[in-house]
Structure formats: structure tokens, C-alpha cells
């Protein structure tokens, strides 16, 4: 019978995750969508996710896909999985794609937030979604900072330790700061990110925000090509993978 | 040494909590202030708070008093106690008050808000602080709805079971539903409440925007002056007490 490849749209809390990919030690995302698989389908599945996203890091859209010889209708998945996923997995849509399609390697935009609640003390129900920050931000100085990394550029000071990558440049096609309230929202929509990226751009811009340095300084951050230069990694649970678009597939 | 008396304004995250009052067997918001109180005063201290909300409910602005002959700056508390706290309770400021004050017999009007997730599938990243609701809800029925309790009347029929009270009269002073994307904010302010009223209120009015009944149904509910006429209680999740003002004080 002929197997078909069927694409899932997965939102995800990852509070209590060691993050998406399967590990030996360790509940994650992956593991579990491979596992209620096998429960659904009664044989080994294998799932292959289009970001591979950092223990507690959440997702409104990742994207992940498997093959299947199933009758199981492709948009009955959806349904069928999140009736055995745990409640901070859920699928939000399923349909089959082309047998070729494989989210990691297919050219596409994915678009992050960064969440951080700039007020005098940390509020409980904010707290598993968005990184408290004590002193008052400059807001208006954190997007003149970001305007800087918009475009393409090499990213060597705003990718973490232990990455192993061929390249350091990547093209950032959008950063916007907005403040609602207490809560300033940083969006960055880019083809492809470095290991930690967007955490390090944030955890820069807080500084730059608190006027340790000004958003020019951030011309020479990206010039250094230093891990070093930039501001510290921002914590996982600020960031949220909001969704990805497949640019050919 | 004169005794002073300190409020507390408190946030917390539900989530894990038996509810506000302190109880043998599980852990309560009250309990947890207790004990960090003590600890920090070395003496056994009582806290009396303003709304005795539910195991699961939420609170920006819940409000507590306590007695104390400390030398701590009243304003030093919220600090203090934030250290000793865990991360699901706040103190949001403290201050003193007369001695006279008691946050449950003063007159207050307190505003509580229901979300309600209203989508497709669940979002693992609302869970939490919603109640999500599947079927499609109109909002405009709702909100006519609403416009129904506002007002004195006898809430007899908006009751839960248990309660013991004199008079089920209640003042509501304001009922407002708004629907911003997926998410819809009931918002009730009143002159206290009835026990589990807000949440009766919510699964109400759920029910008007199902089409289960029309909006003008409200009036023989309020009429029938019986809990089984109203719709269900919404779950405690999609709860937070925003805030309490005091009138006289």
C-alpha cells in the first residue's frame, strides 16, 4: 500500500519539556507525538519537526511530519492524537503533503516571540510564558537596536557555544518591538535561526533597553563575530515559536 | 510596642492551590502567606483576607491585612515576603492601613474576569488561565445576556450549593463581554458576591452563546430563584479576581 506523508501543526507549553527533539533522558514533544503514534498506528512512527525548539521553549506552530500507510483520514489525525497527547501538546491541524516535503530542509520563514514583563514585581500567571524583568526598559531604544540585525548578516556573535553549523549567516526579515502595558513583545521573522539566536538577541536588547549600551553598540556586536560581544541568553520560557511558512514545497 | 496593621495586595496562579482559605489537608494561598509571614517575624501571624477564592481560581488583586509589631517599613513587605514566597504568589505592594480595616466586612467592589478559549482545539499555552470551549460562541447573545444581571436583584438562582448566607440580593455593577481574537473576556464587577456566582454566571452564559437558550432567558432564570435554572459552573481555571476597591475604609 502506498504511504503517504501527513504534516501536523503542533502547539505546545514546553514548562515541563526537555524540548522538542528525542533524547534518551528526558520526556519530549517529539516523544510523545512518536509514541501516540505507535498507539494510534500500532507500529513505529517517526516524526520529523521542522524546529527543533530548547527545553522550555513553547510553540503556537511547529511543524513536524510522518509516513504512513494508514486509511486514517489525514485531517482526522489532528483528532485522533490529541485525544492521547498529554494537555500541553495539541495538535491544531493535520493534512497530507507531498512525499517530499521535509520541514527542516524545505526553504522557509519562521516567525518567534519573545515575551518580557517589565514591571516592579513578577505576576504568577505570567510567569511560565514570558521572562520578568525588574528595571525600566526603553522601548523606543530596543527597536533602534533590532532595526540593526534586520537583513542579511553573520550572525557568529549571536549564536551559542556548542553549535555545530557550516555557516553563521542568515537573513532576518523582520524585528519588531512593541510594548502593550507591562508586556513588550519582540517578533523576529527570519529564514533560518543560529542555536540560541533569538534568546541572545533578546537578552542583548535588555541590555540595551537598560542602557548598558546604546542600539548603535550593536553594529560592533554583530562586527566582533563573537559569541562574547553580545548580551547574555535570555531564559527559554520567554520564547514562543509562533509559526512557519513553507516558502516551496 | 502598637500594633500596626498592613495590607497586602496579592497575585497568584490558582493552578496548584486547595483555594484561598487555609485548610488541614492540602496547600492554600492564605497558608502560604501565614507561613512566610512567620518565618520572616519568628511569631505565628494570621492573615485575613478579602475574597476566599476557589481551588483553581486566579488573582491579580486579591487583598489581605495582618497585625504586626514589626520595625519593618510597611512598603518592605511586599519585598520580603516575595523572597520567601514561592514563584506562583506575589505580593504586588503593601502599605499600612487603619486598624480598623477588614478587607471581607468593608464595603468593596471587587471585578472578576472569565476567559473562554473559543476555537478549533485547545492551546496548550492558555490552558491554564481560559476555559476553552469548542463550539462556536456568539458574543453578541452573551452580551445581551449579561445585560441581565445587572443591577440588584435576588442571584438565588446563580448560587452554588453550600453556601450560607442570609440573603442571596446582590449589587452587580457592571457586566461586560468582549471578544478579542479567540479569546472572550467576561468581566463582572459587583458588591460581593455569591459563592460560585461568576463561574454560574460563565457557564450561562456559555449556554445563550451556544443557542441552548435566548438571551431574554436570563430574566426566568433570575425569576426562578433556584440553582438547577441557571447553566452550568464554569471551571475554575477560566477565573481571576482582577482587583477589589474599597469604598469607605
Avoid at 503517504?4 to 520526556?27: E, F, P, S
Avoid at 494537555?87 to 527542516?104: A, G, L, N, Y
Avoid at 525600566?136 to 548578516?153: C, F, N, Q, T, W
Amino acid at each position: 500500500m502506498m504511504k503517504k506523508r501527513i504534516g501536523l501543526t503542533v502547539a505546545y507549553d514546553g514548562t515541563h519539556y526537555c524540548g522538542w527533539q528525542v533524547q534518551d533522558n528526558g520526556t519530549t514533544i517529539q516523544g510523545e507525538l512518536n509514541r501516540c503514534l505507535e498507539e494510534l498506528l500500532g507500529q513505529p512512527i517517526e516524526t520529523m519537526g521542522a524546529s527543533r525548539t530548547d527545553a522550555g521553549v513553547h510553540a503556537l506552530g511547529n511543524v513536524a511530519v510522518f509516513d504512513t500507510d494508514s486509511r486514517i483520514p489525514p485531517e482526522k489525525f489532528s483528532y485522533a492524537l490529541n485525544q492521547r497527547l498529554p494537555e500541553d501538546i495539541r495538535i491544531q491541524s493535520s493534512q497530507e503533503v507531498t512525499p517530499d516535503f521535509h520541514p527542516r530542509y524545505c526553504e522557509s520563514e519562521k516567525t518567534y516571540e519573545y515575551r518580557i514583563l517589565n514591571r516592579r514585581f513578577s505576576l504568577p500567571t505570567e510567569r511560565l510564558y514570558s521572562y520578568f524583568y525588574h528595571y525600566p526598559l526603553d522601548v523606543e531604544k530596543m527597536r533602534e537596536a533590532a532595526s540593526y540585525v534586520i537583513g542579511r548578516h553573520d550572525f557568529a556573535s549571536f549564536c551559542g557555544a556548542g553549535a555545530q553549523v557550516k555557516s553563521t549567516v542568515r537573513l532576518v526579515t523582520g524585528f519588531s518591538v512593541e510594548r502593550e502595558g507591562e508586556m513588550i513583545y519582540l517578533r523576529v521573522s527570519g529564514r533560518g535561526f543560529l542555536y540560541h539566536m533569538v534568546r541572545i538577541f533578546a537578552g542583548t536588547l535588555i541590555e540595551v533597553g537598560n542602557g548598558i549600551y546604546p542600539p548603535e553598540h550593536m553594529q560592533e556586536i554583530l562586527d566582533a563575530k563573537e559569541r562574547g560581544a553580545a548580551g547574555p541568553t535570555a531564559p527559554a520560557c520567554g520564547l514562543t515559536l509562533l509559526g512557519i511558512e513553507f516558502l516551496e514545497s
